[in-house]
Every structure is written in structure tokens, then in C-alpha cells.
């Protein structure tokens, strides 16, 4: 077993009684390791660094879900035991190197050591967001589905401008509904699949829980220097809601029809 005992599971679902067509997500909400994992080798400094988990996501993510009236489901674990927003399969899905620091307990694992994290963390978490996303769809054919993110400000020495980005994919609709309505709040440096590019090679959540499902879908990119702060992260919960509550509604306006399949 990799977790023991009065460790939290894999996942915790926010607002779980809401019944809503939204739904949120945050797949590197926490740095929190196993203790069985002891803290991978590295020092406490740089775990709390953006190398093991998105800064300030999960507080934005949880005003957003009660602002909202939400679901959120929460992913428990550093993205340095396994990357819950990519596959299994990945090159980084448990890194032993991230940006430019070396991840020492990630080396040298065995098949079974790695198969450990995929039924403990990864196959839990997302079964829940699919148990979740199945049922809603099959209730209703209005789902919207939204992942919160945060990213550092400078990667590998190149500074990233952005204020926060739009990530997507199939969508066509809604995310770009969502860059146009963040550009007219005046005043914000919006990337368009900034700081990098969604895609089934780079990314899981989305083109898994979302595209697959023909759902409108969009992953939002804050750079963390800017939620690290409660006062920030109030600012970027009700900055998104609002995108997300007009966006939704100009979808509504439109008589927007989901795909059925959008792969």
C-alpha cells in the first residue's frame, strides 16, 4: 500500500451536493507526498515551490465552485508522485527530473512501485470525475466542464508575460468565448493556449473527461504570482466566475447544441 493510514484519499470532492452543469477541477491542488514516499529527496523549500503542485489553484478553484454553485474535485497528492493531468504512459508522468531539479525517489522505480501510484492516486481520482461526468451527461446534454491551473512566471530562465491563459483544443465555442470575454475586462495579458499548448499527448483531464464527451471544456492558467494571496485569489475566483457564468450564458443565447462526440 502507498497510502496508510488517516491519509486522505486521492480525491476530495467541494460542494459535492450541488447539482449543476458545471463542473470544476484541480489536478495540482496540493504538494502533499505519502509519507511512505518520505518527501522524494528534496528539501522542504523545494517542495513548495511550483515544481510540486499549482500555486494558489485550489483556492481559486474552491471560491469558483461555491460562487458558482459547483461541484469541484480536488486531486490530493503532488504532481511529483504522479502527474494527474497526464497519462500514465508519459514521458513526465512521474518525473525524475522537473524544470531543472532533480527528483531523487523518483528514480529506479519498479513496475510495481509505479503501478502503485496509477491505483492509488491516478485511477481514483479519475474515476470519480467520470462516475460524476457520465451521470451528469446522461441526466443532462449541458454539461460544461472547467480545470484551474497556475503557472510560474519564469520556466527554465524565459519569463512568461501572461497574466493568465486559455487552454483548448476541439472546443470551439466556449473557450474562445472565455479569451474574448477575459480581454474585454481591460488590462490583462490573456494567452491563447499560453503557456503551452493543450493537447491528447500534453494533457488528460480535459481531453479525457471533456472532448471525449463532445462538452464544452476550457483549462484556465493564472500565473501563481499573482494567487498567492488570499486577496488574489478572491480576485481570480470572481474574475473566472464571471467569465464562466457569461460565457455559459452567451452559449445559452446562441442555442449552442453539444457534439456527441467531439474525437
Known amino acids: 500500500m502507498l497510502l496508510g493510514p488517516g491519509e486522505p484519499s486521492a480525491v476530495t470532492l467541494v460542494n459535492g451536493e450541488a447539482d449543476s452543469r458545471l463542473v470544476l477541477v484541480c489536478e495540482h491542488a496540493s504538494r502533499r507526498i505519502p509519507r511512505a514516499l518520505g518527501t522524494l529527496g528534496l528539501s522542504e523549500s523545494e517542495l513548495e515551490r511550483h515544481i510540486a503542485w499549482d500555486i494558489g489553484a485550489r483556492a481559486v478553484a474552491e471560491r469558483m465552485a461555491h460562487r458558482l454553485g459547483a461541484p ?20 513526465d508522468f512521474i518525473p525524475d527530473v522537473s524544470e531543472r531539479t532533480a527528483i531523487p525517489g523518483n528514480r529506479g522505480l519498479s513496475e510495481s512501485d509505479i503501478a502503485q501510484r496509477v491505483d492509488e492516486i491516478f485511477t481514483p481520482f479519475h474515476a470519480a470525475i467520470a462516475a460524476h461526468m457520465d451521470a451528469l451527461t446522461a441526466r443532462r446534454g449541458d454539461a460544461v466542464f472547467v480545470t484551474v491551473h ?3 512566471p519564469v ?15 476541439r472546443d470551439r465555442l466556449f473557450s474562445p468565448l472565455a479569451v474574448e470575454l477575459l480581454r474585454a475586462q481591460g488590462g490583462l495579458a490573456v494567452g491563447v493556449n499560453e503557456p503551452y499548448v493543450m493537447s491528447d499527448e500534453t494533457d488528460y483531464t480535459v481531453p479525457v473527461h471533456g472532448e471525449a464527451r463532445g462538452v464544452p471544456s476550457v483549462e484556465f492558467e493564472i500565473r501563481n504570482d ?9 480576485d ?4 473566472l466566475s464571471r467569465v464562466v457564468e457569461a460565457a455559459i450564458a452567451r452559449m445559452d443565447a ?6 456527441k462526440d467531439a474525437r
Not at 486531486?75 to 497519462?87: E, G, I, K, M
Not at 446562441?254 to 457534439?259: H, N, V, Y
Open 72 to 91: 469541484l474535485f480536488v486531486q490530493n497528492y503532488s504532481r511529483l508522485v504522479c502527474d494527474c493531468n497526464r497519462n500514465t504512459t508519459a514521458r
Open 150 to 152: 497556475s503557472f510560474t
Open 155 to 169: 520556466f527554465k530562465d524565459i519569463e512568461r508575460p501572461w497574466h493568465v491563459g486559455v487552454l483548448f483544443n
Open 226 to 234: 499573482l494567487v498567492r494571496t488570499a486577496a488574489g485569489q478572491e
Open 236 to 239: 481570480w475566483a470572481d474574475r
Open 254 to 259: 446562441m442555442g449552442a447544441q453539444p457534439a
